[in-house]
T-cell receptor, first 116, second 113 residues
Framework: EPEVTQTPSHQVTQMGQEVILRCVPI?????FYWYRQILGQKVEFLVS????????KSEIFDDQFSVERPDGSNFTLKIRSTKLEDSAMYFC??????????????FGPGTRLTVL | AQKVTQAQTEISVVEKEDVTLDCVYE???????LFWYKQPPSGELVFLIR??????QNEISGRYSWNFQKSTSSFNFTITASQVVDSAVYFC??????????FGKGTRLHILP
């Protein structure tokens, strides 16, 4: 069964460093998402991406964040200058359709980011 | 405003008991979708069910069942004959025409042997 994959599973970085989290969505999916979950808290939407551009973003997704689909398979989240409060589990998700109704978003296993 | 409330922060039951996880949602839209996801201790999010706002028929899948009631804006989840492997955090979530899913805070379920 196809699944969303994410690398690395755990990333440790120093405050102020740049990190890139990588995701490979399900191959025939067209919509891609990033969510984050601070330890013990709920899952929060960051950004959605369709047709090579951001379609929606939350207030969390400020100028320190960017997303990219550098090739036909990867979908990346970059944090330019990490802060302590960026420590969280970051989930990538993908879905086939959206405008016809909420197609199911399938989530990757997550990348745990620890900022020291 | 769109909002999902899971009032039960944590529940513990003994194995084989039935347990119901509550979910109440708020939305202005008439078209919306509701989801349940399971997050086991390993951390991944596992899709369980999607239900659209026009389909109030209850659903059963094995030991899992869902009760959708628009009149009370609730989408409750029942596990029958619970098992230790059901121990996880369960999230109820809402989508309504934005490109995002809004999650509740989750209910941590402990199934005791």
């Amino acid at each position: 069964e196809p699944e969303v994959t994410q690398t690395p599973s755990h990333q440790v970085t120093q405050m102020g460093q740049e990190v890139i989290l990588r995701c490979v969505p399900i191959s025939n999916h067209l919509y891609f998402y990033w969510y984050r979950q601070i330890l013990g808290q709920k899952v929060e939407f960051l950004v959605s991406f369709y047709n090579n551009e951001i379609s929606e973003k939350s207030e969390i997704f400020d100028d320190q964040f960017s997303v990219e689909r550098p090739d036909g398979s990867n979908f990346t989240l970059k944090i330019r200058s990490t802060k302590l409060e960026d420590s969280a589990m970051y989930f990538c998700a993908s879905s086939q359709h959206l405008r016809e109704g909420a197609d199911t978003q399938y989530f990757g296993p997550g990348t745990r980011l620890t900022v020291l | 405003a769109q909002k999902v409330t899971q009032a039960q922060t944590e529940i513990s039951v003994v194995e084989k008991e039935d347990v119901t996880l509550d979910c109440v949602y708020e939305t202005r839209d008439t078209t919306y979708y509701l989801f349940w996801y399971k997050q086991p201790p390993s951390g991944e999010l596992v899709f369980l069910i999607r239900r659209n706002s026009f389909d109030e028929q209850n659903e059963i899948s094995g030991r899992y069942s869902w009760n959708f009631q628009k009149s009370t804006s609730s989408f409750n989840f029942t596990i029958t004959a619970s098992q230790v492997v059901d121990s996880a955090v369960y999230f109820c979530a809402l989508w309504n025409r934005d490109d995002k899913i809004i999650f509740g805070k989750g209910t941590r379920l402990h199934i005791l042997p």
